[in-house]
């Protein structure tokens, strides 16, 4: 049973840039959750995706947008990059008729702004 | 808004001792779920056990137990017979109902051989 996977490991890229990143929830999952993780710091919640619909929203700009499909699976875009979107960026999936409450992450993506 | 606040940044511990990584938090909800995630240098987050708010009795998993102190909205983390492998950060978290995970900034545990 695979678990959360989540693609690319690692990415860099230069300011103004756009980048797409890429989970695939815990099979038997239907909900996934972004979460950034700045350095040093706990991770923070960016939003969460649920029948193909962001459910909920964290405090971040219009810039962070995502996607679900029909698979469950999801992108998270970042347009614009700034210096600051450097991060790690934590993908996580739960079920939704257990409540949610477990959630398992995926390995991450690190996120260089240059 | 729910915060939760670990106030240890780092602790360290010798191989085959006893730790206790604290946390607390502020909610005004009763019911509730509150976590310890591991995060090793590998970056995965690991769940290490979890706690229901509606049970009195606190969680143990093997060598990981809790101590769950509901009025005093505390949770920490006892680590017995601790191993080198248990060095990683230790994030403390809580949920609610649908609303997302809230993480503390972390505790840095080292285990010195």
């Known amino acids: 049973d695979a678990g959360v996977t989540q693609s690319p490991t690692h990415l860099i890229k230069t300011r103004g840039q756009q980048v797409t990143l890429r989970c695939s929830p815990k099979?038997?999952?239907?909900?996934v959750s972004w979460y950034q993780q700045a350095l040093g710091q706990g991770p923070q919640f960016i939003f969460q995706?649920?029948?193909?619909?962001?459910?909920q929203r964290g405090n971040f700009p219009d810039r962070f947008s995502g996607h679900q499909f029909p698979n469950y699976s999801s992108e998270l875009n970042v347009n614009a990059l700034l210096l600051g979107d450097s991060a790690l960026y934590l993908c996580?999936?739960?079920?939704?008729?257990?409540?949610?409450?477990?959630?398992?992450f995926g390995p991450g993506t690190r996120l260089t702004v240059l | 808004a729910q915060t939760v606040t670990q106030s240890q940044p780092e602790m360290s511990v010798q191989e085959a001792e006893t730790v206790t990584l604290s946390c607390t938090y502020d909610t005004s909800e009763s019911d509730y779920y509150l976590f310890w995630y591991k995060q090793p240098p590998s970056r995965q987050m690991i769940l290490v056990i979890r706690?229901?708010?509606?049970?009195?009795q606190n969680a143990t998993e093997n060598r990981f137990s809790v101590n769950f102190q509901k009025a005093a909205k505390s949770f920490s983390l006892k680590i017995s017979d601790s191993q080198l492998g248990d060095a990683a950060m230790y994030f403390c978290?809580?949920?609610?109902?649908?609303?997302?995970?809230?993480f503390g900034k972390g505790t840095r545990l080292s285990v010195i051989a």
């Open positions: 099979s038997g999952h239907d909900t």
């Open positions: 978290a809580y949920i609610r109902g649908n609303t997302p995970l809230v």
């Open positions: 995706y649920y029948e193909e619909e962001e459910r």
């Open positions: 706690q229901e708010a509606y049970k009195q």
């Open positions: 996580a999936s739960s079920y939704s008729l257990a409540g949610r409450y477990e959630q398992f």
